[in-house]
């Protein structure tokens, strides 16, 4: 597999069989290192033919349970385990991983922003473009995991996105029902800059994840991530086996992520009060937080209301919060 046009270079041959452990080199020229070229993480592991799957975490680098579960993923699994082809970028945008945040220190670049990329941009754009132009069309199936980073805590979920005429693709179906977190969250779209959209534009299959958030991990959404990896791979007929202490799956249930309706903003600057906690059902006109006034404290808190109905799937973990800031987002049931 050959980079046509990046300049995004790897230094393990992504083509050969076996297990090939070494990072595709960004080209970082600044006045500490002319020449110099940043390392972002990638396992190739190749048995035969077979299905094709890349695996991306670190998408934003704050959202450590996807780069924990790919990285223990590339420790354990051994080629002859499988059967086709597993590319793991457990950093995807590098810069932003090593620095725990959720753009590049570089050049404050979003990831999941960015695609398609520009080969000649900055760093984030030069990995989003190899992402999309160099590396999916080589692959059948696209899983990238993500969570609520340091701001949000989501309740762990898998994510699909509806094909044009509303349904969803019978084989990424499977595969959330095999990965068998608590929630699927069926999207209608997303942005065209989103690695969702730079997928269907590759023709790859899709699956995504939001676990958990606020900066950390827990032992249940690393299990829950670790597992339903393995899971989702045996289902695409990838791994032959599970080892024998992952279980059964339980099926999601299927929930609707709509648009702006779905999601509550800080209107205005100051402390916010969660009124909700997570797995709540809400309806329209519910009041969702308050904002209190410190430094104005004979000042009456401003309340923040949802304006669709559904259960609280995400909510803000810091509490200082400006305008605009997003507060909780719900997700409704999907009726099919």
């Not at 680098?61 to 970028?89: F, K, M, N, W």
Request: net charge negative; hydrophobic share 35%; charged share 20%.
């Amino acid at each position: 597999m050959q980079f046509a046009r990046s300049k995004i270079t790897p230094d393990i041959d992504l083509t050969a069989q076996g297990k090939e452990i070494g990072c595709l080199r960004i080209p970082h020229s600044v006045h500490r290192s002319a020449y110099g070229w940043l390392p972002m993480p990638a396992v190739s592991i190749r048995h035969g033919d077979g299905p094709r799957v890349l695996i991306m975490a670190g998408n934003h680098g704050d959202e450590y349970e996807g780069q924990i579960a790919v990285s223990r993923l590339a420790r354990e699994l051994q080629h002859d385990e499988i059967h086709g082809h597993l590319l793991l970028l457990p950093m995807s945008n590098f810069p932003a991983a090593k620095a725990g945040r959720r753009t590049s220190p570089i050049d404050e670049g979003n990831l999941n922003r960015s695609f398609p990329g520009d080969p000649e941009g900055t760093p984030t754009a030069m990995i989003a473009h190899m992402i999309e132009e160099e590396l999916l069309p080589h692959f059948d199936l696209l899983i990238d995991l993500h969570s609520g980073g340091s701001s949000l805590y989501y309740l762990p979920a898998t994510q699909v996105l509806l094909q044009p005429d509303g349904s969803i693709n019978p084989v990424e179906k499977t595969l959330a029902n095999a990965y068998g977190a608590p929630f699927n969250h069926v999207m209608r779209e997303e942005g065209k800059d989103h690695s969702a959209e730079a997928a269907r534009r590759q023709g790859a299959l899709l699956l995504c994840s939001e676990f958990g958030g606020a900066g950390t991990v827990t032992p249940e959404t690393l299990r829950i991530c670790e597992h339903g990896l393995r899971r989702a791979l045996h289902a695409f007929n990838l791994i032959e086996h599970l080892p024998d202490y992952i279980d059964a799956p339980t099926p999601p249930r299927y929930l609707e992520i709509k648009g702006q309706e779905h999601y509550v903003y800080a209107p205005e600057e100051g402390l916010y009060e969660p009124l909700v906690t997570l797995g709540d059902e809400v309806s329209a006109g519910d009041v969702a937080a308050a904002i209190h006034f410190p430094a104005s404290p004979a000042r009456e808190p401003v309340l923040a209301y949802f304006t669709g109905e559904g259960v609280v799937v995400c909510k803000r973990i810091p509490t200082q919060s400006q305008r605009g800031d997003c507060l909780f987002h719900l997700a409704s049931e999907w009726p099919a």
